[in-house]
Every structure is written in structure tokens, then in C-alpha cells.
């Protein structure tokens, strides 16, 4: 098959022989081979301001990991080291398309606009979603596994009906292809050829199971061929060939041609969460050949080279990285207020007579409890 | 941009390789749209529930039914025949046989605007999807703060009386009820059939819609001008969204969800059931009137909101109450009952509260039902066991 063209049928399935990658870790240009599509570099123009979003990503997860420390956070899963592949997700859709993401997938939802203070709700412990889905079509975070993946395929679907062109990208990692769900969700979205693009970052770890006790398969981008829809993979630590394989994706899916999945070979440089102990399964020498390939570095060093990166510029986007993360410091050290009539209030649009019930013992067990009287207890939900 | 050629799909992915879709058409006769009945018509149960859903759908472009075999088919028990007929492939339309896939898309659906009603083919059939209902369509609403609601209808043939062999005959209702997010309802009538489907479709709030398959092909007289009089063009509940009537008339009739209705006056006792038990309580009571008891029916139709107002009010008049669901009773629905009215009619009960239910074993093979099923026999000896003194 000469270069350059197009496969058709099962060769369009299967992914490309390697990893697509278009910036090596010292960050030279990569030539084109054994590409099955002929995917195009990104200009520098739009690598530089996704270099920006991968410092605030970067300084993101540094931040959060230490509001943990400080017991700002209950919990927070870092994506350090998958910052490419969150950023490349947010980079490649439009305004009207939607994102689906994990809890690991905090800087993907930022990158897309959501407020950090906002984002940041679950893990802070004040309510479980903190931004309103709605306001930059970003569903909210999911922690049961590959389940979001079915609400991206219906997303796509009534998108397909009202006859919008709209893109939904949907993201899960290697341990989710495992599930039923995961199966369901490409199943579906090829039978009725929705305009989805399925991103699984392949960080080698379900918390401590590695990849080769998830999967027998060559490439979790094999898997594509079973629904019938394109695979492919990709070096997940380059921003440039995310950007151009997943960008090709969304721009099959919105032309009519369907659903794609592409499994990005990335690394979870730090713990599951930091409630993990990641050396009770992984050596410090196996993550340590992660490092060169970091996804900062090397785009650093290729737009350095290209002249569109100097000490000033560096500097300019790490004061702007630092101010969020300054926003995001105060934000979640400001003592938060909860409500407790909100255990009520949303369970369902109108509360039900129950939970009225229960609302008003909740309202007089708070009056008596701060010295009130009953009778001045003014009880529960408005 | 790339063009990537379109991969050949059969258009039906039940066709067997290598028969034309066209002789596939030729052999089969085509479904019949679903037709337009008006006035007083007499139907099944199932056809009411059929007529609910196309009407619902006339009304609102965005109201869609999919499941398993409910497109060509028309379902298994044939409940949505005649919808792909009448409104396109893209209004009704058959799903690959994943039920967590069902639920999950309708989810996502839901998010996009759409409002789903989706088929489980049985009860037993609905697990696959537990972890999509109980994680996100149940918490969606409350997750979000009310920013993202799931106005979707979860349709399930339930419970037993039908001689189904295993996993076809399962009362789940107790695990929908438990869980906090989740509208379940269950109509035992033709006319609620129609209303409650509607209702559940209008409802903004996921609903679990439970239908007694005993009762799919039984029939009753309804006024069908009179049961759509309750909605506006659009489909909401009309006594719902015009608010006071002031004109000196009757009120709308609002949504049937949260209110439980008197099925047969009585003075003795109470019986309080619900589904496929209804028409067994019923039973019940004409053969104690026959023996000059007068036993009043409650049907309680909306687990999820529970009507506490109406079930109560009906055992305070008469002081004696049995619960009756087919269910095992073991922490189940009716155990809820009963310990609701326990708890708020303990002053006017001349007896504690007792229950008919399923024993607590796995639904019984169709020989040894009748053995395990709530009867009339068991209902009356029940309420020969309320204490009478007098």
C-alpha cells in the first residue's frame, strides 16, 4: 500500500504499526512512517499555546497534590505525566461538542474552561459535581469505570437526531476497557455510527494491575476492529501527534464517518491517588525511563528550536500558570459553606413528601441543637 | 480533513448473512401503525400502555422508545407495536442486546435533550443496567444540584402469575425503591396504564416504570377523549401547568405520581397492595363481602413518592391493615408499608399490621408457583387473624 493514501475497510481498522508520534523526546521532527493515515503536524503557533495549557496542567496537579498535603482535598488523582493527553482532548473540539471525563481528567476539564475552584468540589468534599455540565458541555467527572462512556454515545446520538454536527469526545483509561460497559459503549456507537471519539490514556496501571493482566490483545487500539470502527495509537506524551490523530477523529466523526477509538501510550508518573503507595508494585527505575519522555519537555525543547520559546516566554507562562494555581489556592482555603438543607433540595425537581419530612427533623434537630426553642425553628427546605 | 469510505452495514443486524433484507420484507407481514383511537374504546392493558406512548410521542418530538426487539417486533409482549411504523426508525428503534448499554445511551440522551423511554425486556433482564441506574440515573439530579435532570422512563414487564420460566418473573421492585433519585411506579389498571406512562414520560425525573405482565392482556372500557383531556398538546399534566382553575369547573386532573387510590370501598379492614396484587386484593374482598366483611382496597401505584396520606387515612377508617405484594417480604416494599403505618396509625389499629407476600425464596418454577404467590385464600386468612373481638 503506498503512503499517503487511505485504507479502506479492515486496514482502516487496525491501528498503525507503531505508536503515531511527530516529536521525539529530544524534540526533533519525526518522519512520517508506516502511518495508515497521513496525518499533519499542528503549526507552532497552536503547539505554543498548547504548551501553555500543559504548564497550567503540570501546575495544576503539583498544586492539588499539595492542597491534599494541606488537607484542602480529600483525595486527588494526578494526572502528571498525561498532561498531553488531557490537553490534546480539551484542544481538538469545538465549542458546541462535549467532553466526558474521568476523575483523573481534571486538567482536560479545566482546558476546556471550567472555573479550577469549581472543578475542584468533589475532591474538596463539598458536593459531588461542582461545575454545571451544561455551561461548557463537560459532563461530569466519573468514577465508576467506562460508565460515562455510554452517556458520550447517548450525547452523540441525540445530537445525530436533532441533526446537530456536534463532536463528543469521551475518555476512560486502560483498565476501563475491561469493562462491560467499555464494550457497550463502542458497540453502540459503530452500530449507529455516532459522531464519537473514544480516548483511552493507556498509563500502563489500573491503580496496581499492569496492562499485560488487563489484556491479552496486541494493542488495547486493536480493539477498534471488533465494533467495526477505526483504532489507532498514538504516543500519548506528544501534544503534536495527539493533536493530529485525535484531531482526525473529530473531524471523521462530524463529517458522518462515524466513531473512532485511540489509545494513547502515556505513563501515571506519580501514584493512583495520593492514598496509593505506588512502590508497593512498580520500581523507581521503571518510572525513571518515564521521564525523558516527558510530554513538557520535549514540545519545550522542540518550540525552543523553532524560536517561539525563550526565557521571556517561558516566563510569561509560568506567571500565568501561577496565578491560576494562586486562584485555586485561595479558592480552596477559603473555609467553604454547606448547607445541609442541600441533602434534600436535588434529589428530585420537587422534593417528595419524605424527604420534606425528613428536611423539617433535619431543620429542628439543628434549632435544638444551637439552643432554639422548637417553636422557632423555621423548618427545612424553601 | 480526511473522507474515509462508508464500511458496509446491513441495515438490520438481525438479518442472517446472505438473505436479502428484501425477501426478509417479503416473507414478513408489515406492522400496522399504531392506529388513532378516540372515545370509549375497550383495551388490554398493553395497549393502553402502547397508545400512552404514542401519544406521548405525537406531542413531543423528543419523547424516543428503544430497547430490545421493540422496533420491527413491537416487543416482545407487543407494547410498542406500531411506533416504528408510525414515527420512523429514528423514534423507535431496536438497541444491540445490552441492557447496561440501553440505559447508559438513554443517560447520555437525556444530557442532550432528548427524552428517552426505554424497554428492560423483563425484570430479571434490567440487572445488567443496575449500576447505570443506581450510579447515574438515580444520582444524576442530585450530583449536578439539579443542573443536569434525567427526564427518562425506564419500562419493566415485572413480577410473576404468567407460568415464565427463571429470571422471567422477578418482583425487583425493592431495589428501585431504595434508592434515592428513582420515581417508581406500577399501575394495575388499563387507565392508569395510560395515565401513569404519561405521567412518567411528563415526569422531569427518571422514572422506573414497573408493568405487572398477570395483567398486560386484560381489558377494561376507557374514555380515551378523557384520559388525553389530562394533558396539554405538549404532554405535561394539564393540572399541572395551568395551576388554579378559577372558573368555577373542576380543577385539572394533575400527575398521577405520590397519590395512592381507593381500588374498593370497605369499612372492615384494609387491604394495601399494588401491581399485579391489586386485582388479587380486589378478588379477596368480593369473596368477603360474600361472607359479609367489608373490606376496603388501596392502590398504592406510586412506590416512589409513597402516598402516606391516602394509605393512612384509608386504615384509620377502618383500623385493621394487611399489606399484599408478591415480593419476598423480607426488607421489601411491604415491609415499608407496613412499618409506615405502624409508626403513623398505631392509635386507630385494633391489630398490628400483618403481610401477604412472596416467601423469601428465588422466584419458583412455574409448577410451584401458586404455592408461593399471594391468594385469596391467604389474604382472607390474614384478615381472619386482625384480632376480631367483636
Request: proline residues 6%; aromatic residues 6%; contains cysteine.
Amino acid at each position: 500500500m503506498p503512503q499517503n493514501t487511505i485504507p479502506d475497510g479492515e486496514a482502516l481498522l487496525l491501528p498503525s504499526g507503531e505508536p503515531i508520534q511527530m516529536i521525539d523526546a529530544d524534540g526533533g521532527a519525526v518522519e512520517q512512517g508506516g502511518w495508515k493515515e497521513p496525518y499533519v503536524r499542528p503549526d507552532d503557533a497552536r503547539l505554543l499555546s498548547g504548551y501553555e495549557h500543559l504548564v497550567l496542567g503540570r501546575r495544576i496537579n503539583d498544586q492539588a497534590g499539595a492542597l491534599v498535603r494541606q488537607g484542602r482535598l480529600a483525595v486527588y488523582p494526578s494526572s502528571h505525566g498525561q498532561e498531553a493527553c488531557q490537553v490534546a482532548a480539551a484542544m481538538v473540539l469545538g465549542s458546541e461538542d462535549w467532553l466526558f471525563p474521568t476523575y483523573r481528567d481534571t486538567v482536560a476539564v479545566l482546558a476546556r474552561g471550567v472555573d479550577p475552584v469549581a472543578a475542584f468540589q468533589m475532591l474538596r468534599g463539598s458536593w459531588h459535581a461542582g461545575y454545571n455540565p451544561m455551561e461548557h458541555k463537560v459532563a461530569t467527572q466519573a468514577t465508576p469505570l467506562a460508565t460515562q462512556l455510554l452517556h458520550a454515545v447517548g450525547m452523540a446520538h441525540a445530537a445525530k437526531l436533532k441533526g446537530e454536527d456536534s463532536v463528543v469526545l469521551a475518555l476512560c483509561g486502560d483498565g476501563a476497557t475491561s469493562e462491560g460497559d467499555f464494550h457497550e459503549a463502542l458497540n453502540f456507537a459503530a452500530v449507529y455510527r455516532l459522531p464519537v471519539v473514544f480516548l483511552i490514556q493507556n498509563n500502563e496501571f489500573a491503580i496496581s494491575v499492569p496492562l499485560s493482566q488487563q489484556t491479552a490483545a496486541p494493542s488495547l487500539a486493536h480493539k477498534g476492529i471488533g465494533y467495526g470502527m477505526p483504532g489507532e495509537r498514538v504516543d500519548g506524551n506528544d501534544l503534536a501527534a495527539l493533536l493530529a490523530v485525535l484531531g482526525s477523529a473529530v473531524d471523521r466523526a462530524r463529517g458522518g464517518g462515524g466513531p473512532s477509538m485511540v489509545e494513547a501510550h502515556t505513563y501515571r508518573m506519580q501514584s493512583h491517588t495520593n492514598a496509593d503507595d505506588a512502590t508497593r508494585y512498580r520500581s523507581d527505575a521503571e518510572v525513571a525511563q518515564w521521564v525523558p519522555r516527558d510530554p513538557l519537555t520535549r514540545l519545550g525543547r522542540h518550540l525552543a528550536a523553532a524560536g517561539l520559546l525563550d526565557e521571556d516566554v517561558e516566563a510569561r507562562i509560568a506567571a500565568a500558570a501561577e496565578s491560576v494555581a494562586a486562584r485555586l489556592r485561595d479558592g480552596l482555603n477559603a473555609e467553604v459553606e454547606v448547607d445541609p438543607q442541600d441533602l434534600f433540595a436535588f434529589v428530585y425537581t420537587e422534593p417528595t413528601p419524605q424527604l420534606r419530612e425528613q428536611s423539617a427533623f433535619l431543620a429542628d434537630e439543628l434549632a435544638r441543637s444551637a439552643g432554639a426553642t422548637i417553636e422557632n425553628a423555621e423548618g427545612g427546605l424553601r | 480533513m480526511t473522507t474515509v469510505s462508508e464500511p458496509e452495514f446491513r441495515t438490520d443486524p438481525a438479518a442472517p448473512a446472505g438473505v436479502p433484507s428484501e425477501a426478509r420484507a417479503a416473507a414478513a407481514p408489515a406492522a400496522a401503525a399504531v392506529e388513532r383511537l378516540t372515545g370509549v374504546q375497550t383495551l388490554t392493558f398493553a395497549k393502553a400502555l402502547n397508545l400512552a406512548m404514542a401519544d406521548a410521542m405525537e406531542a413531543d418530538s423528543r419523547v424516543l422508545v428503544f430497547g430490545e426487539d421493540v422496533g420491527t417486533l413491537g416487543g416482545v409482549f407487543r407494547v410498542t407495536d406500531g411506533l416504528t411504523a408510525r414515527f420512523g426508525t429514528s423514534r423507535c428503534f431496536d438497541t444491540p442486546l445490552a441492557e447496561s448499554g440501553i440505559l447508559g445511551m438513554a443517560t447520555g440522551m437525556a444530557m442532550g435533550g432528548m427524552r428517552p423511554v426505554v424497554e428492560m425486556q423483563f425484570d430479571a433482564f434490567a440487572y445488567p443496567a443496575f449500576e447505570q441506574m443506581v450510579s447515574h440515573v438515580a444520582k444524576m439530579g442530585n450530583r449536578t444540584r439539579g443542573q443536569v435532570r434525567l427526564p427518562l422512563v425506564v419500562r419493566i414487564p415485572y413480577a410473576g402469575g404468567i407460568g415464565g420460566v427463571e429470571h422471567h418473573c422477578d418482583s425487583s421492585e425493592a431495589y428501585y425503591v431504595h434508592t434515592p433519585g428513582l420515581t417508581v411506579l406500577t399501575p394495575s389498571t388499563v387507565a392508569d396504564a395510560y395515565v401513569m406512562l404519561r405521567d412518567a414520560i411528563a415526569s422531569p425525573d427518571p422514572v422506573v416504570f414497573l408493568e405487572p405482565k398477570k395483567v398486560y392482556f386484560s381489558k377494561a372500557e376507557v374514555d380515551l377523549d378523557a384520559l388525553r383531556a389530562r394533558y396539554t398538546a405538549e404532554g405535561a399534566p394539564a393540572g399541572e401547568s395551568s395551576g388554579g382553575h378559577d372558573d368555577g369547573g373542576q380543577a385539572a386532573p394533575s400527575s398521577t405520581i405520590g397519590t395512592a387510590v381507593v381500588a374498593r370501598e370497605g369499612t372492615d379492614a384494609t387491604l394495601i397492595a399494588y401491581g399485579p396484587s391489586v386485582a388479587t386484593a380486589i378478588a379477596a374482598a368480593e369473596t368477603a363481602a360474600a361472607e359479609g366483611r367489608s373490606l376496603q382496597v388501596v392502590d398504592v401505584r406510586s412506590l416512589v413518592p409513597f402516598d402516606d396520606e391516602t394509605v393512612c387515612a384509608a386504615v384509620r377508617s377502618t383500623g385493621r391493615a394487611v399489606v399484599i405484594a408478591e415480593a419476598p417480604g423480607f426488607a421489601s416494599m411491604a415491609a415499608e408499608i407496613a412499618a409506615r403505618v405502624s409508626e403513623r396509625c398505631f392509635h386507630s389499629l385494633a391489630a398490628p399490621v400483618l403481610r401477604v407476600t412472596g416467601f423469601d425464596v428465588p422466584y419458583p418454577a412455574p409448577k410451584l408457583e401458586q404455592f408461593f404467590l399471594p391468594s385469596v385464600d391467604r389474604i382472607l386468612d390474614a384478615v381472619d387473624d386482625l384480632q376480631w373481638e367483636d
